[in-house]
């Protein structure tokens, strides 16, 4: 027996690959549920029967739209006519019947002036909103979206489930279906499988910047100044991106709320570079604040850290991570000495937000031709050491909020077994093959393959008889 919640998602055909990704965080949704007696349904127009019919087409897709209990439309930059009927539709029915409930969401992204145009019938959508003095969601990236549908659910759902009939269905087919279910089919939480990577090593950098938080989270001064180093091919190697990643749900997360109320963080999904020192002067300021604001698709006529931080985008995070890339060989101590300056004098304009956020600001410095092993001839842990030194003596400012942690290295089965282990296989006998298929003989291979690896292996987690109910709770 079971309680059916139908969830309608509208959107234009330009987050086509969106929407997928959607459905699968419902589908992981409703798995989460199923130890409640919940399922969750999503209804696509394009899942549904595109036969003929003695009526528009549209008509009937906005029947199917009404017959559900939540309807989830997302915007970008596009507002198409059948979208905007669906929005309408849902609006007018939900006014004079109480539902379905109804959820808008508009992809905050970065705009120029030639392109204001496009997003007209957006604003006037969003500005309609605004009049009939109903709410609607910004995100600034899919996990972004994520985490707000999602919590968007939790709050709804237990409204929902209180008047809805329990499915009792007791047909064979039904049966069948029922005992196919009692299966463990995934995780506790949803994003538990795509995350779990995170956790293969690192952990020495890991203490080193929690010791460094719990040091300097009190103190007056609310910017961090975090730096690591590794190879300059970022997209192949050790994804220094992944690393902050894990520090935000885990290391940040678990020190923020034994001290204070829940974390609520913001991170930038596009790295921000550091021009070089060849551009003009007042080029190169323009060109990282601009980059800046980018990187959370924030749109602004005027690029100015001061509008940056009052953006409301920054209005509930309390605290925000700031991810920049920079090469040890065009490093610019003028600039920087200046962007940490301005952080640090502009960081007041958070006092007008509800929360005072602490703010950290990564820089990962890429090193041409990496190695592991040091000599006389070849440091770059003292190079580095020696760059951030000289730049925080240009600036003034306290090297107590300064930390170079140890450089990112590859993973060793070791590492593996370990994440193995916290799942709590059913059958563990596969881990050593599976290990052994991981990395075919080498000694240790980078962080990149191992997150396409273990995505591989959690995509087939059905097949490989996991058991969701025994995660070990380090990773929720």
């Known amino acids: 027996m079971s309680k059916d919640i139908k969830i309608f998602l509208a959107s234009s055909n330009e987050l086509a690959d969106e929407r997928d990704k959607i459905n699968l965080w419902i589908n992981d949704k409703s798995e989460s549920l199923e130890s409640q007696g919940i399922k969750l349904k999503l209804i696509r127009w394009e899942k549904l029967p595109h ?55 508009f992809w905050d992204v970065g705009i120029t002036r030639k392109e204001y145009r496009k997003y007209e019938e957006v604003i006037e959508l969003q500005e309609t909103i605004e009049a009939h003095q109903q709410i609607y969601k910004t995100f600034v990236n899919m996990e972004d979206l994520e985490n707000q549908l999602i919590k968007q659910l939790d709050l709804v759902i237990p409204e929902i489930t209180k008047t809805l009939p329990v499915n009792t269905r007791t047909d064979e087919h039904a049966d069948k279906n029922l005992s196919v279910s009692k299966k463990p089919t995934g995780f506790k939480q949803s994003n538990n499988p795509k995350k779990l990577h995170l956790f293969c090593n690192r952990n020495k950098q890991a203490l080193d910047f929690t010791v460094f938080f719990n040091k300097n989270l009190n103190n007056n001064n609310p910017v961090k100044f975090i730096f690591f180093y590794g190879p300059s091919d970022t997209n192949s190697d050790e994804c220094p991106d992944s690393f902050i990643k894990r520090l935000s749900i885990k290391e940040i997360k678990d020190y923020w709320e034994n001290k204070y109320d829940s974390l609520k963080y913001i991170i930038n999904k596009k790295s921000i570079s550091i021009p070089e020192k060849k551009m003009d002067w007042n080029d190169q300021k323009e060109v990282l604040i601009q980059g800046l604001h980018t990187a959370f698709s924030i749109i602004a006529n005027d690029y100015k850290l001061s509008d940056f931080y009052q953006h409301h985008t920054f209005e509930k995070p309390n605290v925000i991570i700031l991810y920049h890339e920079i090469s040890i060989n065009k490093w610019n101590d003028k600039l920087l000495a200046w962007y940490i300056n301005e952080h640090t004098q502009h960081s007041q304009f958070f006092s007008q937000n509800t929360v005072k956020p602490k703010l950290l600001l990564f820089f990962y410095i890429k090193i041409d031709d990496f190695k592991e092993r040091t000599s006389f001839f070849y440091n770059p842990c003292k190079r580095c050491q020696k760059n951030i030194d000289k730049l925080f003596k240009k600036s003034g400012k306290d090297f107590d909020h300064t930390l170079l942690l140890e450089p990112l290295q590859p993973i060793e089965p070791k590492h593996v077994r370990q994440w193995f282990n916290e799942l709590k296989l059913e059958n563990p006998d596969i881990i050593e093959s599976e290990i052994e298929h991981i990395f075919n003989g080498a000694p240790r291979i980078s962080m990149r393959k191992i997150e ?20 070990n709770t380090n990773f929720k």
Do not use: W
Not at 84 to 100: I, L, V, W
Not at 452 to 471: E, G, R, V
């Open 51 to 105: 036969h003929f019919r003695a009526e528009r087409v549209q008509n009937y897709f906005t029947q199917e739209m009404l017959k559900c209990d939540i309807v989830v439309i997302v915007f970008k930059q596009k507002v198409g006519p059948f979208t905007r009927e669906e929005f309408d539709q849902a609006y007018a029915h939900f006014k004079e019947h109480g539902r379905p409930h109804l959820f808008v969401f």
């Open 452 to 471: 396409s690896k273990l995505c591989s292996f959690i995509t087939n987690i059905d097949k490989k008889n996991i058991d969701a109910n025994l995660i």
